[in-house]
């Protein structure tokens, strides 16, 4: 199978299959990394928070101790300076937020206690702050604490740390993250493409395909690959369709050259008539009984050629139909009165069962056209005998059989006798004139009116026609 997948590139399957997957993979990769990425600020904020808070503890028990608070607070501060990872500075405020002891590392810090911190101190309220120094620019964390004594503001706590760690770490993260990133690009880019153009490159081979099938080589067929996905599906469709393709040229063709048969043998015929009539001169009498039979003859051409123009329009859907609620009883019961005659001429007794009151939706010339088809053949195919018609319905049909007592049609032919030209045995309509038009033309009109016929025959015994018709609920 080849796999050339062409065209445009804006305009490729491909290609967008490819652009959307990184799209949606750029996305999908850009919020799990944000997400992992503020998850771990979080958590490294908590930790700072955690550390920051413990070590005011520490402070608050001191500060509820009363005396040599200042001493101890000194001596705090010299151990927590020399820190190599977090030192933090701190300050102590008294009830009043006169500062009682500032660490050297906060002076330099040049914080300025803000409006909402006194307000949450005044509530007991502790506050978490991330400010930037103003003069190394770095970010701090800094978390005040109110110290209550006896119900009363005993002092205020505020204990701060640099964040540099935090940003060290964050900054790593992140360009881990964004190598993975690229990296991950990368593959997924190439893999999508391959994916891509994996699953894209049976269409290039269908194309191809479809394309070089013309009505010269319809027996030709896509090859599926067995995988039983959707473009095997496709090819499956699309083989049905050149299959149908194919099964309509042919009896295309095969109508065609039925037709110029049918046509050309009595045309012969004519002519050799006419030329046997012209041999030698000939009395009035000898020549008006030759033109009264080719006029006969003609009369049975015009009908053919118009059955056969009849069925072409059928074939290509331009046979108008024209459809209205009608009584099928009434209608019938109309065909098979004008047909009497005929009967009694060839001693055939024509029985009409009493026909129930039904209506259905139906082109009132085509349907007398099926049924004159239908009791036609009963007449001509029956030697003395009758001619049975019932009319019986149920809750969505109407049925109307025609049982003749005629020579009947062998089992092995009666799946053929709706086929065009298909005459059982030709020399049985040979008097009748038929040409085997009748049945395709009533079975058309059956199917149009969404109806069937079928058959039930027996050979010497007699033949059933009968039709079934969706019955018209207003
Ligand atoms: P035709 O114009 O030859 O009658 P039809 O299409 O009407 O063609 O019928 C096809 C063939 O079916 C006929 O040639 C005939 O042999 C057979 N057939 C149709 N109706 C009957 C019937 N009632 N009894 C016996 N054979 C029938």
Known sequence: MSSKIGGKLYRRTDIKLTLWYVFT????????????????KHQLIKEIDQFLLDETMEMERVLLQASREIHFLMRFEDEVMGRKYYPFFFQVLNGEGAPLYTSKGFRELGYVVSEEVLANVMRGKETRERFISSNRRTPYRLITTPVYK???????????????????????????????????????????????????????????????????????RLQARGTGDEMDQ??????????????????????????????????????????????????????????????????????????????????????????????????????????????????????????????????????????????????????????????????????????DTGMGIPREEQANIFKRFYRVDKSRSKDTGGVGLGLSIAQWIAHAHH????????????????????????
Request: net charge positive; glycine share 6%.
């Open 25 to 40: 993979f750029i996305l999908s990769t850009l919020i799990i990394c944000g997400f992992l990425y503020f998850r771990l």
């Open 150 to 220: 006896d119900g009363t503001l005993h002092g205020i706590i505020q204990v701060g740390t640099h964040l540099r760690f935090v940003r060290k770490n964050l900054v790593h993260f992140r360009n881990n993250l964004l190598a993975a990133l690229l990296i991950m690009l990368a593959l997924g880019t190439l893999g999508g493409w391959v994916l891509a153009r994996r699953s894209l490159s049976p269409v290039g081979y269908i194309a191809s395909k479809t394309r070089s099938i013309t009505p010269e080589n319809l027996s030709e």
């Open 234 to 403: 496709l090819i499956h469709t699309i083989n049905g369709m050149i299959a149908r393709l194919e099964d309509s040229f042919k009896r295309m063709a095969e109508f065609t050259a039925d037709a110029s048969h049918e046509l050309k043998t009595p045309i012969c015929a004519l002519k050799g008539e006419a030329e046997v009539l012209l041999s030698k001169p000939r009395s009035p009498e000898e020549y008006q009984e030759g033109l009264t039979h080719f006029i006969e003859q003609f009369e049975h051409l015009n009908r053919m050629i118009n059955n056969l123009i009849l069925l072409s329009k059928f074939d290509s859907r331009q046979a108008e139909m024209n459809i209205t609620p009608l009584r099928l009883d009434l209608l019938l019961k109309d065909i098979v009165n004008l047909f009497r005659i005929l009967a009694e001429q060839k001693e055939i007794e024509l029985i009409m069962e009493p026909f129930q009151e039904v209506k259905v939706r139906g082109d009132k010339i085509r349907l007398q056209q099926l049924f004159t088809n239908l009791i036609d053949n009963a007449i001509k195919f029956t030697q003395k005998g009758t001619i049975q018609v019932t009319l019986e319905k149920d809750k969505k049909y109407v049925t109307v059989k025609i049982k």
């Open 451 to 474: 109806g069937r016929i079928e058959v039930d025959s027996e050979l010497n015994k007699g033949s059933t026609f009968t039709l079934y018709l969706p019955i018209y609920k207003a």
